[in-house]
């Protein structure tokens, strides 16, 4: 069992940054893929950004390639999502999750933290 703790959201404008944290129980941290997911209300759940074990591969959706940041640090059991040059529809719930086999579905996670709202004002 793998508790995650997201931390960082709160409300900015538009052009502006924020980073959010994502702290894991487990030192078996550095064994995960680890993801940024984000729902907006009234839409599902969609992917953002993920990283591998290690730290070495990244993969990010189109609508934050160039924007957003996915980082780790597994000494610091953290992983880390830098979020620049906001807009209003980046605003959502984001989430970090935790997967053993990767890939972008949620279904594929099996382990989620409990969300951290970010608002962007236009």
């Known amino acids: 069992q793998v508790q995650l703790v997201e931390s960082g959201g709160g409300l900015v404008q538009a052009g502006g940054s924020l980073r959010l944290s994502c702290a894991a129980s487990r030192r078996t941290f550095s064994t995960y893929t680890m993801g940024w997911f984000r729902q907006a209300p009234g839409k599902e759940r969609e992917f953002v950004a993920r990283?591998?074990?290690?730290?070495?591969?990244?993969y990010y959706a189109e609508s934050v390639k160039g924007r957003f940041t996915i980082a780790r640090d597994n000494a610091k059991n953290t992983v880390y999502l830098q979020m620049n040059s906001l807009k209003p529809e980046d605003t959502a719930v984001y989430y970090c999750?935790?997967?053993?086999?990767?890939?972008?579905?949620?279904?594929?996670?099996?382990?989620w933290g409990q969300g951290a709202q970010v608002t962007v004002s236009s």
């Open positions: 999750a935790a997967t053993f086999t990767g890939g972008s579905s949620p279904r594929s996670y099996d382990y």
């Open positions: 990283i591998s074990w290690s730290g070495g591969s990244t």
